[in-house]
């Protein structure tokens, strides 16, 4: 008999319980050798007082396990209370979230009947880094931060997932016609890890005319890979066109702990009922398998279930008259499932799964420069009276020896100099300052000194940098 697997199970919020209790029942009898730990989190932890929903003897089950199957939460309504799923993912280093998106038809009703997407978001960057500030009374800032060792696992971890399962291409999603620099190092990464996998094709899309193409035509696409913000929201849309998000399962994939768990959420007006329908979750515990190497239960449990749903038997979220059979609870659904292990779907198309190999170092691609250079600094100042040319005969003066005032914005656009009227201006200016020979990071940080010396707020300052001879900012719309 296989050596069993620890892994730590939550059993969750509102219909937590029920889908839980299904998906093990059944996992176990599908084969799959599983050492369970069981934890508690959600929110009677919440409610406890403890604003993270976990608590400390919790964390070491993860630790120790690093396999977490995690059925959904609810978080109390009110502040204070911190997104478990975000905590966990960032906690454990949980870089990949994995979300197959596959259309049933036509047992399940969807306008895509051909459509097999995964969905590979990078998920601890971008805008969720939640790096806020308000840096004027009319203006907030989201920080947007792409790395270049976050990217190559993301990129790396897509090309991966591609060769394992067969998939034929991988395509990036970003926007770096506008974001040059941030998605630009994105799309950078992308070409680079892909060149390291010639047998895959790749392609890349902008990110609108990319979201519109997988609404109207996801049989175009295959392994899709994307930074956070895009992926969250592009992941729900597929599992959605896909035929329903009810029936999506997730993996939150990290070097050394993995979480998987269905995408959606507790549903507690559905609790207690037998109602729920437990496929979301027994579907992420199938990644759950693959990823632990029970690649044989993962595809038992997986081509039973597609057994289930080409014969007709479905909870009452997806049942359809003169398509469904029968209206099952989630104890029967369970029990159905169980009676067709080892039955292969006729219609649908059957699966199999391949063991994992050893995480692949890859080829990195081009180490980012280390060669630094000083250029100047952009100084952001609070100016009510919103008059661009006033500000500069204000701050121009107060450069200093070494640097000029070369430029003044508005939320990006060009006030000064030759700005236009018509330009809509806030209380929040950024001035920016550039050397005219070398200078030293205390010079430039003398500039904002001197400015708040002179009665005006300084809300932020950035020294601009240089990289290998190629400047480390953007420029100013208009310049």
């Not at 080829?363 to 009276?385: C, H, N, Q, R």
């Amino acid at each position: 008999m296989a050596a069993k697997t620890p892994i730590t199970v939550a059993y969750g919020d509102g219909i937590g319980p029920e889908i839980m209790n299904a998906t093990l029942q059944i996992l176990e009898a599908g084969g799959a050798a599983l050492d369970i730990e069981t934890i508690e989190i959600g929110e009677k932890v919440y409610l406890r007082g403890n604003a993270a929903g976990i608590e400390p003897s919790s964390w070491e089950s993860l630790l120790r396990t690093q396999v977490f199957l995690k059925a959904p939460i609810t978080t109390p309504q009110g502040g204070g209370f911190k997104s478990l799923n975000v905590t966990t993912r960032k906690t454990l280093g949980q870089y990949a979230n994995v979300r197959p998106c596959v259309s049933y038809h036509p047992f399940v009703d969807t306008r895509h009947p051909d459509m097999d997407v995964v969905i590979v978001r990078e998920n601890e960057e971008d805008l969720y880094a939640g790096i806020e500030y308000q840096i004027s009374p009319e203006v907030t800032s989201c920080l947007k931060v792409i790395s270049r060792p976050g990217s190559e696992k993301i990129v790396r971890y897509a090309f991966e997932y591609a060769r394992l399962h067969n998939r034929k291409k991988v395509t990036c999603f970003m926007k770096d016609n506008i974001m040059k620099m941030t998605d630009g190092l994105f799309h950078k990464v992308f070409d680079e890890i892909a060149a390291a996998y010639p047998e895959i094709r790749k392609e890349v899309w902008i990110v609108d005319i990319g979201a519109a193409k997988l609404a109207d035509t996801p049989e175009a696409f295959d392994v899709i890979v994307l930074p956070n913000l895009y992926g969250d929201i592009l992941s729900d849309v597929a599992a959605q066109i896909a035929g329903s998000v009810g029936l999506a399962g997730s993996a939150n994939i990290g070097d050394k702990c993995a979480m998987f768990e269905a995408i959606h959420g507790s549903a507690p007006r559905r609790a207690g009922q037998n109602l729920a329908n437990p496929s979301g979750l027994l579907l992420g515990a199938v990644l759950m398998l693959v990823h632990i190497n029970q690649p044989e239960a993962a595809a038992r449990v997986h081509n039973a279930w597609l057994r289930t749903i080409e014969d007709g038997i479905h909870t009452y979220d997806i049942f359809t008259e003169g398509v469904s059979r029968l209206k099952v609870g989630t104890k029967e659904f369970a029990a159905a499932v169980i009676e067709r292990l080892g039955q292969k779907p006729n219609t649908l198309q059957p699966v199999s799964y391949k063991s994992r190999p050893a995480a692949a170092a890859g080829a990195a691609g081009a180490e980012g420069s280390t060669a630094m250079e000083l250029k100047g600094i952009d100084v952001f100042v609070y100016w009510p009276s919103r008059d661009a040319s006033a500000l500069a005969e204000a701050v121009g003066k107060l450069a200093g020896d070494g640097l000029k005032l070369d430029v003044i914005d508005n939320r990006g656009v060009k006030v000064w100099p030759a700005g236009i009227g018509e330009t809509f201006c806030t209380d929040s200016f950024r001035c920016r300052y550039l050397a005219t020979g070398a200078v030293s990071v205390p010079k430039v940080l003398e500039v904002p000194q001197r400015i708040a010396a002179a009665g005006i707020e300084v809300s932020v300052a950035l020294p601009l940098r240089s990289f290998a001879g190629v400047d480390g900012y953007s420029m100013v719309q208009g310049q």
